[in-house]
């Protein structure tokens, strides 16, 4: 447990230092994420996007485990 949240805190920490160019990339912008933008409501939910992270974050909680 321990480890988890210093890594946690690692990542919150770089994700700030960083956050300029982590806006340039092209996450929430991704082919499958969908967005319904009509006059007055819009409806934005990123599956493709969370589907990338949560594959990214077990690959690096499996390899912490190892």
């Known amino acids: ?13 770089f994700t700030g230092l ?8 092209p996450l929430f912008r991704l082919p ?7 006059p007055g409501f819009k409806f934005f939910f990123p599956i493709t996007t969370m589907l990338l992270l949560s594959a990214v974050l077990s690959i690096v909680l499996w390899l912490l485990r190892r």
Request: hydrophobic share 60%; charged share 20%; proline share 0%.
């Open 18 to 25: 960083f956050w300029s160019k982590f806006r340039g990339l």
């Open 32 to 38: 499958g994420d969908l967005v319904i933008d009509r």
């Open 1 to 13: 447990m321990n480890r988890l949240l210093i890594v946690a805190g690692l990542a919150l920490l």
